[in-house]
Nanobody, 119 residues
């Protein structure tokens, strides 16, 4: 099990920037992947961005070119730099990790952090 704690959410104006961080309770070096998902009321949780242990990043079409995911193996953190945010980015953002134990994959989730984009 991996404990994940998100931080950095808050209120930001359209066109502004915000940086989310996710701190893991153990080394992230060997984790299969880490990522950020978001959810709004009444909708399913959706992938925002993910990054593999090898550093390969994947983004949803709605955030490509605006958001950047990065990982710091020395600090056991994964960050999401959000630039040029839009009202549609308003959501609760969750950090997720995937780790392998023997032949199975396991997911862990953080508690979420609220991001509100509004003038």
């Amino acid at each position: 099990q991996v404990q994940l704690v998100e931080s950095g959410g808050g209120l930001v104006q359209p066109g502004g920037s915000l940086r989310l961080s996710c701190a893991a309770s153990r080394s992230i070096f060997s984790l299969v992947s880490m990522g950020w998902h978001r959810q709004t009321p009444g909708k399913q949780r959706e992938l925002v961005a993910s990054i593999t242990s090898g550093g390969n990043a994947n983004y949803s079409d709605s955030v490509k070119g605006r958001f950047t995911i990065s990982r710091d193996n020395t600090k056991n953190t994964v960050n999401l730099q959000m630039n040029n945010v839009e009202p549609r980015d308003t959501a609760v953002y969750y950090c997720k990790s995937v780790h392998r134990l023997l032949t199975r994959l396991y997911e862990s989730w953080g508690q979420g952090t609220q991001v509100t984009v509004s003038a």
